[in-house]
């Protein structure tokens, strides 16, 4: 089986740099993801590692560490339309045919 | 635009009444999911498919069904809707499911109402 860790909520203010935390046990693991998710949307992909280190894409990064089962996103200038549900996301098991989300983290973005 | 369409958005059906939940895509995706996502919850995979090949997840119940015509279209049946299966649902594509093809593609869900 998989299960996955993330903070339940995180606060922060325009202009700042947040991380989000993802833990993860899986017996299989190719890769973790990240989702986007705002209040009443679909979620939408932010990054994807399947390899040890940072992936940049603009404002966010991503980061994994997979000997210590580790990874997070880094949100830097924060913006108040950051203000969402973030999900780390593990493919595992099965030839990586299962796919699972984190709990989630709520960001909010305060002035 | 190339994007995942579902139908109907809001669907609301009564205690033990079947009901169809729609999906169809123009990205010409090999893999189609669907996902169950309940209040403050994350999004739960409920089963998808590989091109023509069904995978279920080991704790959908039996209630849930899937079918997939043809690449573009793909269908959630619930043959009897308890309260509890009240929730968003979401269908998403991939390209692929190995390492190279994580991105998956979020259609606006159809949010069930179960009386």
């Known amino acids: 089986g998989q299960s996955l860790e993330q903070p339940s909520e995180v606060t922060a203010v325009e202009g700042a740099i947040v991380q989000i935390n993802c833990t993860y046990q899986?017996?299989?693991?190719?890769?973790l993801s990240w989702y986007q998710q705002h209040d009443g949307g679909a979620p939408t992909f932010l990054s994807y590692?399947?390899?040890?280190g940072l992936e940049e894409t603009g404002r966010f990064s991503s980061f994994l560490s997979r000997s210590d089962s580790y990874g997070y996103l880094l949100l830097q200038e924060l913006q108040m339309k950051d203000s969402a549900s973030y999900f780390c996301?593990?493919?595992?098991?099965?030839?990586?045919?299962?796919?699972?989300f984190g709990p989630g983290t709520r960001l909010s973005v305060l002035p | 635009d190339a994007m995942v369409i579902q139908n109907p958005r809001y669907q609301v059906t009564q205690f033990g009444k079947p009901v169809t939940l729609s999906c169809s895509q123009t990205?010409?995706?090999?893999?189609m999911y669907w996902y169950q996502q309940k209040s403050s919850q994350a999004p739960k995979l409920l089963f998808h498919?590989?091109?023509?090949?069904?995978?279920n997840e080991a704790d959908t119940p039996d209630n849930f069904q899937s079918r997939r015509p043809n690449t573009s279209f793909c269908f959630l049946d619930i043959r009897s809707p308890g309260l509890g299966d009240a929730a968003m649902y979401l269908c998403?594509?991939?390209?692929?499911?190995?390492?190279?093809?994580?991105?998956?593609?979020f259609g606006p869900g159809t949010r069930l109402t179960v009386l």
């Open positions: 996301a593990v493919r595992g098991d099965n030839y990586g045919q299962n796919f699972v």
């Open positions: 498919y590989y091109d023509k090949d069904f995978n």
């Open positions: 590692n399947a390899l040890d």
């Open positions: 990205l010409n995706h090999n893999v």
């Open positions: 998403a594509t991939s390209r692929t499911v190995d390492r190279g093809g994580d991105e998956q593609f």
């Open positions: 899986t017996s299989g693991f190719y890769g």
